[in-house]
């Protein structure tokens, strides 16, 4: 299930901001005619990203910035809340994905929950199953459109949940992934539910599949990183619904992860991985991780699980995901029997 419009999330932004060349032909707001922005740090600048992470490590939505500094970097994208800055660690290894500053994800958290609501539009089709809403969103100047929706129980078969939405980026953020767009909850037109920043600018990974487009050889290996990383995240919170058109991906070949409103909940994943050696598709597996990733899965309890997600899942949904890490940790261990942990081919980097 997919809530997000080819025609509206391409080129559907509100009007560029003073600080975002657009280039008017091609409707992308990352690049000028005379090619990428300038920031005045001398920072190359992706402006449509919203999770900006530090660095270029699988699975990260990212600022290209030079590795070997450290200075703070002045975030200047259209749209972003006036707080939110970022800083550029020195990077020592891919073994773990820099994460987005606190205080950025909560200046994006804070913005869906206190924006004026100045514009609204009813999404509907064959690909909006849940009926959401594109919501136009203005604070201090700063406007966005954010998706919500309020989908809850069994709806055409499957069992959905708004609330869903809500702990799949509650969890990204506590495992550091960097994949999920900020989503808090809103209240629209008197009924709760998820609101979650719009992500303007990628196409699909169908998209890429329909367009035959080659993966850059130096974007390879990263690329192949972070699918393994959405395998290991969706085997975790049971997302059996994953397809191609729930996949973003962003003009430097990272993944962003959407619609999550069938994970968690009760269906024949609940106790068993959706991505081996024997999917349906053929072999999809977890083949390198990092390290870091794994060792915080290891330490997820039912209390910790519970506070991560900010009480969106009930007892049932917390137990099973803990099934489903002991699952995942002993797949690991046994590819690690196959390949070794360390090393160019190892399991672990």
């Not at 992934?177 to 699909?204: A, H, K, Y």
């Not at 995240?233 to 973003?248: A, E, K, P, S």
Request: proline residues 5%.
């Amino acid at each position: 299930m997919t809530d997000r419009r080819r025609d509206l999330r391409l080129g559907g932004a509100p009007p560029a901001r003073e600080g975002t060349p657009r280039d008017a032909s091609k409707g992308r707001p990352w690049q000028t005619k005379n090619g990428p922005v300038i920031n005045k740090s001398g920072f190359n600048w992706i402006g449509i990203l919203l999770l900006a992470g530090i660095g270029g490590t699988a699975g990260v939505v990212s600022w290209s910035v030079d590795s070997t500094k450290a200075s703070a970097l002045e975030i200047v994208s259209a749209g972003r809340p006036p707080a939110a800055t970022a800083v550029a660690p020195a990077r020592t290894s891919a073994q773990d994905a820099p994460i987005v500053e606190i205080a950025e994800a909560a200046a994006w958290e804070k913005f869906l929950r206190e924006a004026e609501i100045t514009g609204q539009e009813r999404i509907s089709g064959e690909q909006a199953v849940t009926s959401p809403w594109r919501l136009t969103l203005a604070l201090g100047g700063v406007e966005r459109y954010g998706l919500w929706k309020n989908p809850e129980g069994r709806l055409g078969g499957f069992i959905e949940g708004w609330q869903y939405e809500i702990a799949a980026y509650l969890l990204d953020r506590h495992l550091r992934l960097n994949m999920v767009p900020p989503t808090v909850e809103r209240r629209f037109q008197g009924e709760r539910g998820s609101l979650q920043i719009w992500i303007d600018g990628c196409m699909t990974a169908l998209e890429k599949e329909e367009k035959k487009l080659r993966i850059p050889g130096s974007r390879l290996l990263d690329w192949n990183r972070a699918t393994y990383l959405q395998r290991a995240f969706d085997n975790l919170i049971g997302n059996y619904d994953r397809h191609l058109n729930q996949v973003l991906v962003t003009p430097d070949w990272h993944l962003i992860l959407i619609d999550h409103s069938r994970a968690f909940a009760a269906s024949k994943f609940d106790k068993r991985l959706i991505y081996t050696e024997k999917h349906r598709e053929g072999p999809k597996l977890m083949r390198q991780l990092p390290k870091g990733f794994v060792e915080r899965l290891k330490t997820l309890d039912f209390e910790t699980i519970r506070a991560a997600t900010g009480g969106c899942l009930n007892p049932s949904e917390i137990r099973n995901m803990l099934v489903r890490r002991d699952l995942i940790t002993a797949e690991i261990d046994r590819l690690i029997g196959l390949y070794g942990a360390d090393g160019p081919e190892g399991v672990l980097y």
